[in-house]
């Protein structure tokens, strides 16, 4: 309202005090109209130029130097210099925040382990993240531009892209220019742009085909004997049997029972294993009574058909699980027993290393096992020979217990063997889980012995 009156207000003053000056200057020329006429013309002019001067002024700061302070003029040019400049500086902040905003959205999206791939109506690529640039195999800056499908030619993918309409769910892609699986989905948004989320799921996959795998085995190891038992409660049933033959026939059905039996206990073990905390550190046992226990077990399956031999007592204490570490040791020396034909030899030796490691290496001279196999030997169910294995009660699973048992206690498992020259297995436990233990640990087996 105070500018609407003001220019015409500061016109009619600037003619008023003209027109006064013209007229005082003509009163002594003579000429008292015209003076007063031209004082007053020359009044507004002035007025006009000193506006159009200061709107110059702040349009050169509008356009050039907006960053500066605006010139400061007074009254009205100065309060519309000061309001653009405040309108400017908000506008400005406002900006700056919304930029900073979107690199925070942009950063948070590039640091997605999942992949962001933005396409136009063309194929072409828009945006892409770090890891759908791995995904898929791009170059973040390089390929902008490009059609995708010119630079992922896999055909699931092509098909994704121009299935119609959208599948609505996440596709499985494993043909793309690495290896692994992503699970891909598609998302149309904005006019013809398109979204591509994509998601590594090689690691997923492979635990689900593990687990396919794994009940695969178990159903198949549990059918086998449940078929023969099967069988043989039939011919119980329809044949007339002697007592000879009915003998024979509940005795293979007991070994049929007993092979169910240890493949259950086997599994219970494992799934023990997997299912509950590592050992402690501090619960420590002596190892000579454990391994004169399994000394006693080994030379019992063994049937003297084995020369056997054990350490010395050493009076080492172990921290961990008892039961575990019992399960291990026995296991190998049970493989050892069985891969081993009658009048070759086995040992057991504990070793101490520089570092305070230990050794406990099961050796045997029996057939040994070919190299290729050795890395695989301890997945669930892996066997160089199935039928040696199952015909001698092996369940495909004892490696598999003992690298679980090692690694629990921080420790591992090696394998060295050549075939038909026999094979070391070596249990190897950390110096935190081993420790000299006092006399009465070494003097227990002495006493035993004694016994
Ligand atoms: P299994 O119950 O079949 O013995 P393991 O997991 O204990 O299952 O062993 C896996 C495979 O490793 C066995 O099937 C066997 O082929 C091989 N193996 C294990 N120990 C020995 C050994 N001492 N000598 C030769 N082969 C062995």
Known sequence: ???????????????????????????????TLPGLALGGG???????????????????????????????????????GYCVERALRERERQLAQERAQHAQFLNAIEASPNGVLLLDAGDAIVWCNPAAADHFGLDPEGDRQQRITNLVRAPGFVALLHAEPVPAQPCLLSDLRRPGTLS????????????????????????????RDFVANVSHEIRTPLTALSGFVETLQTLPLSEAERRRVLALMDQQTSRMRSLVDDLLTLA???????????????????????????RSISGGRHAIEFPEPGGLELAGNEGEIDSAVTNLLSNAV??????????????????GRLEIGVRDSGIGIAREHLPRLAERFYRVDGSRSRDTGG???????????????????????SPGKGSTFTLQLPAARVRQGGRGA??????????
């Open 395 to 417: 369940t495909g699973l004892g490696l598999s217990i003992v690298k679980h048992v090692a690694s629990r206690h921080g420790g591992e498992l090696s394998i060295a063997s």
């Open 42 to 80: 020359a009044g507004v002019l002035l007025l006009a130029s000193q506006d159009a001067l200061r709107a110059q002024r702040l349009m050169r700061w509008l356009r050039r130097t907006p960053e500066k302070a605006v010139p400061r003029d007074p009254g009205f040019w100065g309060e519309l």
């Open 272 to 298: 023990r294993l997997e299912g509950s905390p590592r050992p402690a550190c501090d619960g420590w046992f002596a190892l000579d009574p454990l391994l004169e226990q399994i000394e006693a077990r080994t």
């Open 184 to 211: 891909v989905l598609l998302q149309r948004y904005g006019p013809d742009m398109r979204l591509v989320l994509s998601q590594d799921v090689t690691e997923r996959e492979h635990h689900e085909a593990m687990r």
């Open 1 to 31: 309202m105070r500018h609407l009156f003001g220019r015409p207000l500061a016109a009619v003053a600037a003619w008023a005090a003209g027109s006064g000056t013209g007229a005082l200057i003509g009163a002594t020329l003579g000429e």
């Open 442 to 451: 070494s003097l227990r087996r002495v006493h035993a012995n004694a016994a």
């Open 338 to 355: 069985r891969y081993t034909p009658p009048g070759g030899g086995i040992s057991v030796m504990l070793r101490r290393l520089g570092d």
